[in-house]
């Protein structure tokens, strides 16, 4: 198991030090940053303390040195956000500082959307996602978004704060195979079961594949809720869409 001292990055090391009580969060957190590299771990930092230009800056010299989009997204970025998630938790760090962070998280995604977001194939399905009512988080569900469209999925995103009713219309006009729901506060998350207690008074429920997700989900939470599968991270979500879109193709043909 790595050590602290195996993260390189020094303001990552003491932020974990000062700000990440919990064994198993500590554990988790020193063994992304000591598995990212040095230049990742300078992004993280920048993103932690809210520096958008800088993580501007940083995402567009390291594509344009070969450095992975996934790479930047996954040791860069998302492993950033994890760090703010435990100190606003922890009431170290508010919403402004919050906001601050997220918008550099948009600084980089900005590079990584095209790159990743690129398929140029024939879509394999087209899915509606969109946050649910009441909620305004929008990085994870933008990531899937940016993922699938990656992928070869059409993506229509109808952002945040969603009704049951904004979804029916959108399915309704767009006659997607999958819609996609993402949560990420428990009040908010009964807002799913609300939303396909909706697909099914407008009979709508069989014909579409429904995925949720978003850090208070679970596995158990999506079957209660009558879900049709749930993804724990944005490689999930593109993987669960394809499984639901050949479900969905076989119900159709037959
Ligand atoms: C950034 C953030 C904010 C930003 C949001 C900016 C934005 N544009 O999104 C701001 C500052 C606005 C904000 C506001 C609030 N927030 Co907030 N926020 C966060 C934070 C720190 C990070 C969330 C994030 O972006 N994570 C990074 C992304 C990449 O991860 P993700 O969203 O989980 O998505 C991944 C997976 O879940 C999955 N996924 C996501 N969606 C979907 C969908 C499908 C279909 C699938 C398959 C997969 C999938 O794939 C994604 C990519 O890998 C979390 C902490 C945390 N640990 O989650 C708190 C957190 C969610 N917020 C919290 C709270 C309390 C609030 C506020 C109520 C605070 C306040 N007092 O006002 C408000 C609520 C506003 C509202 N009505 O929505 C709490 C929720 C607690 C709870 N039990 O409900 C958290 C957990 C922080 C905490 N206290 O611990 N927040």
Do not use: W
């Not at 606003?88 to 990743?116: D, T, W």
């Not at 807002?191 to 909706?198: H, L």
């Amino acid at each position: 198991m790595p050590e602290l001292t195996s993260v390189a990055n020094e303001f990552l090391r003491t932020e974990i030090e000062q700000f990440v009580e919990r064994p198993d969060e500590r554990e988790r957190l020193i063994a992304l940053y000591a598995g990212a590299s040095e230049r990742m771990q300078s992004m993280s930092a920048a993103l932690v303390e809210g520096e958008h230009l800088l993580v501007d800056a940083l995402a567009r010299e390291a594509l344009a040195d070969g450095v992975p989009a996934l790479e930047i997204m996954d040791d860069g970025l998302i492993a950033g956000m994890a760090l703010v998630g435990i100190k606003f938790r922890e009431n170290f760090i508010f919403v402004p500082e919050v906001l601050a962070c997220a918008r550099a998280m948009k600084a980089g995604m900005s590079y990584i959307e095209p790159i990743l977001s690129e398929s140029g194939i024939e879509p394999i399905a087209t899915v509606v996602m969109g946050t649910v009512k009441g909620d305004l988080h929008d990085i994870g569900k933008n990531l899937c978004t940016m993922m699938l469209r990656g992928a070869g999925f059409e993506v229509i995103d109808l952002g945040v704060d969603t009704s049951p009713d904004d979804f029916i219309d959108a399915v309704e006009e767009h006659r997607p195979a999958l819609l996609g729901m993402s949560a990420l506060l428990t009040t908010t998350m009964p807002n799913m079961g609300v939303t396909i207690e909706a697909f099914i008074d407008a009979e709508l429920r069989d014909e579409i594949g429904i995925m949720v997700g978003g850090a208070p989900v679970t596995q158990d939470f999506a079957e209660d809720m009558g879900a049709d599968g749930y993804g724990k991270d944005a490689v999930a979500c593109v993987e669960l869409a394809k499984r639901l879109a050949e479900a969905e193709k076989h119900r159709v043909e037959a």
